[in-house]
C-alpha cells in the first residue's frame, strides 16, 4: 500500500519515522528503551484547548515504537490501564485540562515490556 501512496504521488506521514522505526525494529544490539518507546507526544509537551473548536475534534493520536512480536500494547495514563490497542498500536485521546504521566506495555507471546514514562499538560 506504501509503495502505491508513493508511487500515486502521495506522500507518507512521517517517512522519516516510519525508515527509522523499521531499521531498528529488530535489532538486538540496542536496548529495550530504543525498541519500546513513545513517540508522541514527547516528554513535556503542552498542549491547549481551544475554545473556539467543538472539544469532540480536539484529539491527540498517541503513537509508538514497539517489538515486532508485539500483540497489544496496554496505554497506561497516571499510572493506570486507560485503554488496550492492536496494530497499529496508536491510542485517539480526547483532550482534557490537566497534568498527566503517559507510558506502554507492550505485550508478546512471552514477555511484557515497558516504555519510560513521560509525562505532558493540557491547559
Known sequence: ????LENNGYKLPN???IRYINSIRDRRDISI??????IFPDDSDVFAIDPIINRNYQILTFRAIVPSKTK???W?????????????????????????????KAIT?????????ITFRVR
Open 76 to 104: 497506561c495514563i497516571n499510572n493506570k490501564v486507560y485503554k488496550s490497542t492492536n496494530f497499529p498500536f496508536s491510542l485517539r485521546w480526547k483532550i482534557n485540562r490537566g497534568f498527566y504521566k503517559l507510558f506502554i
Open 109 to 117: 507471546d512471552k514477555t511484557v515490556y515497558r516504555s519510560r514514562m
Open 1 to 4: 500500500y506504501n509503495n502505491w
Open 33 to 38: 528503551h530504543e525498541r519500546i518507546k513513545i
Open 15 to 17: 517517512n522519516s519515522m
Open 72 to 74: 497489544k500494547v496496554l
